[in-house]
């Protein structure tokens, strides 16, 4: 993993800092490694569940923090003005953003400050009984569900057992958007079924286009023996993959995060594109996983990644000794590419079912939105992002972090400042742009905290059970490995 990394340097920002002081003086500076590829907006601390593992969500009397219309997108034109990469995907996260009453109004905001990708951060309770929201949310902008989703059984998965099947349905009447489950990793609580809940995403590809794992952030003041006993890095997961896919999925398939910027560096001098991925390269891995009939084929068993990498590396070079890159030379290298590619692939051990080469031919040349998304409903991609806690700090994955919140102060802050430093960030900030308990009050007078809160009945349960979604959900599907 440390051979694979692409090594960027954020020119500046609208942000004055020096950074001399990082992580503790954090809006991002000169010293950041990375533009934003991925911004987070918190538009409530409002929840309607209460995880034990929560980054945070508001108790009953605490401070209700939601940003205005004005303020969101003022948080937006902040990611764009970034200097010299304007973010380009959002994340509109909580909290439970599907409280919000404004919450389509609030997509359709980023729509209009130019955001191309707009992700949707839920446990999915609402879209479960509410059968438009999927239809409204995907109309509005939205492209991706980033859906919790911890484990196959209601021990693994309490908070949304019962409540995916209906989510699964009321996404395929809406035709999306595509689903991306997220599951939050505990050693010794769901780790014996990762194995499963990919599994489970290739049963329902039709939907489910990734699984992002994330294992355990220890944030607050946990005991030395509770983190021995719950601690999983993204290493100890991949392992755990291999081991219960009986290696259809090896560790050998996987990927640091930053391998992306070698291919992003070539395809910004041939198209004039701009975007990295320059994540540290334990902060993330991934690879894509084609579905095969009923064979599973990750990416690097029938592509050389590492030698296509470094092709890439090496067409990179030649082009920025070029002075100019006109109409035809673009056309040429692009047939280039094309031809050498084929040198990096090997057919014997390609999918069969699916033309590989001209997804990856419409992926590289068009280099679009459209395009890429193509490629990601023909495979199921697979993700792992260990965010940090306390306990395993360090300076160089924050200064290369890619994944950042913007604040209502202005400043625009990486997730591992924001979230494990809540005292300099998340917190006081929040808390001033909070409202008080009675100031919500009035401002909502209908409002009750008990309301907010999902309760699941024993009838609704039993309802479930007996149930043809549940049955075609979790027990008439295959097994893959």
Known sequence: FRDLRYDWKLKSHNVENTGVNCPLDCGLCSRHRSHTSLLNIALTNRCNLSCWYCFFYAKENQPIYEPSLEQIRMMLRHGKEEKDIGANAIQLTGGEPTLRDDLIDIIRVCKEEGYSHVQLNTDGIKLAFEPDLAKNVKEAGVNTLYLSYDGMTPQTNWKNHWEIPLILKNVRKAKGPGIVLVPTLIRNINDHEIGDIINFGFNHMDVIRSVNIQPISLVGRTPKKERKRMRITGAGAIKKIEEQTEGAIAKEDWYPIPTAGHIARFFEILLGKRYYMTSHFVCGAATYVFLDDDKVIPIPRFIDVEGFVEFLDEKAEELEK?????????????????????????????????NVLSLIKNAFLKGTYNALGEFHTKTLFLGMMHFMDDYN???????????HYAMPDGRIVPFCAFNVIPELYRDKVQAQFSYSWEEWKKIKPDWEYRKDKYVRTKSFIEKMKKSEDYRKTYIDIKRYF
């Open 393 to 403: 700090y360090d300076i160089e994955r924050v200064e290369r972090c890619v994944i």
């Open 322 to 354: 070029s002075h100019s890159l006109g109409k035809l030379a673009k056309t040429k290298v692009g047939a280039e590419l094309l031809l050498k590619f084929k040198k990096f692939y090997d057919e014997k051990y390609a999918p069969k079912s699916i």
